[in-house]
């Protein structure tokens, strides 16, 4: 009789521990080809070797079992890859924000650099293409990419009066939600889609310029707080931001330049 690979033997094979096979089969997940009546030993077989290894890098990846059994469990092979790949694309957002965070404490952890170089600059009034909404702290960049694109779409052609910028209210980030606003400064804003002409009203900025990708640009924002409570300055209104260079202009993060600018009043009469 016909009895195939002992469990130990099917553990080594597959890298799964003796313990963790007998879970799987408890479980339904991975069933031996057969078992023992008399000796209730489980017997598998070389064919059951890859949905065991399916298994196994779906765990290390930390898919739930009921998961794991669903994909295993679809037949249809664009289902089952959509499946594993929403699991997937989960875990690259998941070590981006990992990575984000590497980048940004070990700067954090870096002595100070001597100081940023701050200039308090008064912007005029101005129209300029733009689109807004209110929106959750979590979706900004999501909603960014699509407003940006829009916006790219609406204006394309339209002689070009500056780089792009945003404006972010407090709330976003005090409460979580509030108001977004993206534009492109064009000659004659058009109205298209969510696209419409929005007029900015003059502002007192202090400004500084992040260097790199915005893994840690989050840095440059409480430097430069404490550069405004060092000079007796005051938060009053969104934060503007202007893409000076970003993806759009080269892929290489090190290229980009995002300058941040903080509407501000004096408390005091000198810097």
Known sequence: MFRGLTIGEFAQLTHLSVRTLRRYHESGLLEPASVDPASGYRYYTADQIPAAQVIHRLRELDVPLADVAKILATEDAAERADLAGGHLRRLEEQLDRTRAAVVSLRR??????????????????????????????????????????????????????????????????????????????????????????????????????????????????????????????????????????????????????????????????SL
């Not at 979706?139 to 960014?144: A, C, F, G, Q, T």
């Not at 000659?187 to 400004?207: K, M, S």
């Not at 989050?218 to 707080?225: A, I, M």
């Open 108 to 269: 954090l952890l870096r002595p100070d650099d001597g100081g940023l170089d701050v200039e308090l600059r008064s912007v005029p009034a101005r129209t300029v293409a733009a689109v807004e909404d209110v929106v959750d702290h979590h979706d900004v960049l999501s909603w960014y990419g699509e407003a940006m694109a829009e916006l790219d779409a609406a204006v394309a052609g339209l002689p070009s009066l500056g780089p792009p910028g945003g404006r972010y209210a407090n709330e976003v980030f005090t409460g979580g939600r509030g108001a977004v606003l993206v534009h492109r400064p064009v000659a004659d804003p058009p109205v298209r889609g969510r696209v419409r002409p929005v007029h900015l009203p003059p502002a007192e900025l202090a400004v500084v310029v992040h260097r790199g990708p915005h893994d840690d640009i989050d840095v440059t924002y409480g430097r430069l707080g404490a550069w405004v409570v060092d000079h007796a300055l005051v938060v009053d209104g969104p934060v503007h931001e202007t893409y000076l260079v970003g993806p759009r202009d080269d892929p290489d993060p090190a290229t980009w330049r995002t300058e941040i600018g903080w509407p501000v009043f004096r408390l005091a009469s």
